[in-house]
Structure formats: C-alpha cells, structure tokens
C-alpha cells in the first residue's frame, strides 16, 4: 500500500500565491519521491490556484494529498461556491490566456471536478483533479 499524506497551503487572494503554491507542491511531491509527477502537476496546481486567485476575493487554499490506492489529489479551494465554468477544448482557446484553465486541467489529469466545500468559516468550492503516481 502507499504512504499517504495530505497537506494544505492557505493562501491570501493575491497572484504570487501561485508561484509560492507551484514550489511547494514541486517541493512536497520531490521529498514523497514522486519527482515524474512534478511537472504536469505544477501545471494543474497552477491554473486551478489562478482561477481560484483571480476569480475571487477572499482566501484560498491549495490541497495536496496521496490516496491509498496511490493517487495524487490536487485540489484549489475558493469562496466562491458556484460551479466553474465548464472548460472549453484548447483547440477553440487557441494562444488566449482567458479560459484556457480547466481545459488544460481536463486534457492532463485523469480525473477532474468541483464539490462544494467551507473554510475559514466562508462557504466555498474545490475544484479538483487527480494523477495516477506510477
């Protein structure tokens, strides 16, 4: 069975939280020994921080965890508790930054979603994506 772990990194609404987000998640998935998973998940981690950054006002929050079945579950935490847009296919985004997000999230993670969820006593969302650790 794999080691489990499960870490969150709260954040202000602020657009350097993502870089700080993309290095400690480099940094967490390098020290569990799962340095093949780093970049694709920089990238997802990255764009779901952004959206939650600059779609919102409050706090959010980046959760990073393994599963026992050996999954690695990334996961942006916002306090907006609407469902994101659906993604658009990165064929009709074309090199526009807008909207490109979740497709990007759609096309390189096995799994992607959104649940309703509270933090710091606000009402919330997070959206969600998984990748198998190899």
Excluded at 6 to 11: E, F, N
């Amino acid at each position: 069975m794999p080691e489990t772990w499960d870490y969150t990194l709260y954040i202000p609404n602020d657009p350097r939280a993502v870089t700080v987000c993309r290095r400690t998640l480099r940094l967490i998935l390098t020290l569990h020994g799962l340095i093949g998973l780093v970049d694709t998940a920089e990238l997802l981690a990255a764009e779901l921080v952004s959206n939650a950054v600059r779609h919102t006002k409050g706090p959010a929050a980046l959760r990073v965890r393994r599963t026992p079945e050996g999954v690695v579950w990334i996961g942006a935490w916002d306090t907006d508790p609407a469902p994101p847009d659906p993604p658009l296919p990165l064929e009709e985004v074309g090199e526009s930054e807008d909207g490109r997000g979740l497709g990007l999230v759609s096309a390189c993670a096995q799994v992607w979603g959104w649940q309703p969820s509270a933090r710091f006593g606000d009402r919330g969302k997070y959206v969600w994506c998984e990748l198998l650790a190899a």
